[in-house]
């Protein structure tokens, strides 16, 4: 079962798991912010010894400042890369995809927005949603597209918030989109232009 | 502009308006005075001549000057048109049904003519005619499924078959009750209705489902959903949300009756022969509440159905805010006379 606990009722969000070891000739794992742990915890497995010298982890921090490189860096594993941020990462998850033989296994952890992007990433390299292993771990922040701009926000903690592109104050609908890997944002003053309720933390 | 077809706006100057004989062939969505979710799907099989269902496709009175607001849709945002790669085909299999549809049921204004797969399709009330090769696209200005459908009224969403489910993966979405195909598309079917309150816990959608994954080809099907809109505005979507909410907060006792609109959409569903994709037309059909009101049970029914139905119904239709408004004008109408069953006026 997966470690964090949802609201329930959000038929549209995908169900999130814990990662085990797959059989494939080769492993790459993508994981955010505190998404290391659930990667060392399944190199924690014995079964999993023997993965290392095929597996690859691309990892960022969290956008809340977690950094847990050095724990990943010491699992020894065959290649180990830390990006700054996802999108400067894509090139090389592109790459990592494009070149990946049969037998790849994928697995993503951390934050739900990472996480969904990694799935559009394998998605588009060709392989089935279903291909990619999740765990959520860490921050419920959520990655929000603005459906009247079409802009993504990153990392939105806040109910109400401000599009980053448009400048709208937006409220969270819960209806999630795997294809563009991001939760709707709807404009909450559309009616009474101005009248924006004061903003709660509403994802930790 | 013909004399079949009006020459009006949903927008702007917001001119449409519906004939006397428009009125006598609206879809009145509701059989008795409650409403309540339910799939209730009936055989899309031909009505009573003159009602809307005496055709396949139902071509009214609002047919060019619709067309024309979805042309402008379009130029504003062209994501309200979308298909997936691998959904070509069924929009291939649409414009052969709609085409075949309407040259059978309208003659006088629609022709196709077939050699092979050179095909001569002629539009009069839009002066389109078209020879193209039937399965290529680069024959035709646009892919088959934008091709026809800026030519049919109604929104059209295309859904693949596989896994035991329906996939979202093509549309033609300008004329919709707010929801967004450039964020749902890609969607299975209980992704898609997840913003629908009360009726996923109900079991609905797992009923419909189950019923549309058996839907047979030649054997299509048909419900009625509805909301409620101010001013006659085709366009209620969620992308211009912003430019038409502030429209409810300006209805006032004296403007209600005319810019109050009952929205009932005519859904049907068809199995498609080629790419076993089935294909789900959502025709919109718009009448003010003054036109409504002319016929006196539709009236009385009306008023007990958004007097009774719960807040978290009329909030995700849209209307809580002006509810209270829309009572007032219809009481008037309503004098506790008992009302017969079924939609037809007495």
Redesign the interface.
Known sequence: MTKTMFEP?????PVYGVLSPGVGSAHLFVADGEGAEAVCDLFAKAEAAEMKSASHIIYMPGANGCDRSAALQALGVAQFYRAPSFASAQPRLAKVLADAHMGLQVYAAGTEGLMAQVATAAQAAGLPYEAVQMEHRGSLARRV?C??C?GVTENVTLDPFVCSHCG?SLFV????????AAF?G??ID????GLVPASVERFK | MSLDFNDETFRGDYTFKNSAKAIKRFPFPFPEDSYMYSVNMEPHVPGPVGSIFEHMFDVDEHYVAEMRDRAQVLADDPLRCQSLPHMELAGWDLLELIMESKARDYPHWFELHKDGNNWHWINKPLQIEQRFTFMDASTLPYGPLEYITRQTQGDFTLQDQRDDDLWIEAGMVTTQADWSLDFDIGMSFKQWHAPVPLAGQMGIFDRALKFLLKLQHGAPVRRFNWTMTVDPLLDTSPENYPKWGPSKTTMTPETIGHRQHLRVELQTLHRLPRSNAIVFPIRCYLIRFEELVTVPKWARRLHRVVRDIPDELATYKGFLRNKPLMLDYLAQFDDGQPTSLGFAPD
């Open positions: 009722s959000i038929t549209s969000r597209q459906v009247h079409k709208l609908r819960d209806h999630f989109s795997r294809r563009i709707q709807v404009n559309a009616e009474d232009p």
